[in-house]
């Protein structure tokens, strides 16, 4: 079975808090993709990361940072020092190597409030 | 450079209308998608591309036509609205086939209620 669980449904933290996102996959192939997307209140998707099955390298982005393990089968994203731009729905997204559709299966959503 | 264009933005149908919903991109992407976003549910696949004059079925496809004649646009149709239908719609687009795994680039999406 193929599966993403963000088991956070909702975060409420108080601005310039650290924060972490946690997303668990499950897949039984060797070669995939994952994926982070925000969702602001205004309600458009935008991409934030890609990050396939063989490059476990951490990633940071100014304030945002990635941490892939595969023993754990958990791609979470923390945001250091919140801002209340931050204040989405972020979402976590599978891509088999096999599947012949383009599919990304999606995660439930983990819904950011940061309080100023 | 405008992306992933959908239109409309809103839209109030009533049950057994017909309509489409518009997706156009201008990134010369071979791979078009339509996804629906429920509460609890994240988003699901509809309908998918790989190309002009090829589409194939996603997840939930029951309910829903496309067609792709061209690079550029992607419609989605809606034969019989339902309730069931209701929802917001996404339209997304890649650069390359689906095993090329790059990323989707997602339109501002459609919210669609069906009464």
């Known amino acids: 079975a193929q599966k993403v669980t963000q088991a956070q449904t909702e975060i409420s933290v108080v601005e310039k808090e650290d924060v972490t996102l946690d997303c668990v996959y499950e897949t039984r192939d060797t070669t995939y993709y994952l994926f982070w997307y925000k969702q602001p209140p205004s309600g458009e998707l935008v991409f934030l990361i890609r990050?396939?099955?063989?490059?476990?390298q951490n990633e940071i982005s100014g304030r945002y940072s990635w941490n892939f393990q595969k023993s754990t089968s958990s791609f979470n994203f923390t945001i250091t020092a919140s801002q209340v731009v931050d204040s989405a729905v972020y979402f976590c997204?599978?891509?088999?190597?096999?599947?012949?559709?383009?599919?990304?299966?999606f995660g439930q959503g983990t819904t950011l409030q940061v309080k100023p | 450079n405008a992306g992933v264009t959908q239109t409309p933005k809103f839209q109030v149908l009533k049950t057994g209308q017909s309509m489409t919903l518009q997706c156009a991109q201008d990134m010369n992407h071979e791979y078009m998608s339509w996804y629906r976003q429920d509460p609890g549910m994240g988003l699901r696949l509809i309908h998918y591309s790989v190309g002009a004059g090829i589409t194939d079925q996603g997840e939930v496809p029951n309910g829903y036509n496309v067609s792709r004649s061209t690079t550029e646009d992607f419609p989605l149709r809606l034969l019989s609205a339902a309730p069931s239908q209701t929802s917001v719609y996404f339209c997304a687009s890649s650069y390359g086939g689906p095993y090329s795994n790059q990323p989707q680039h997602f339109g501002d999406g459609t919210r669609l209620s069906i009464l």
């Open positions: 997204a599978l891509q088999t190597g096999s599947s012949n559709t383009g599919k990304l299966i």
């Open positions: 990050r396939n099955s063989f490059d476990e």
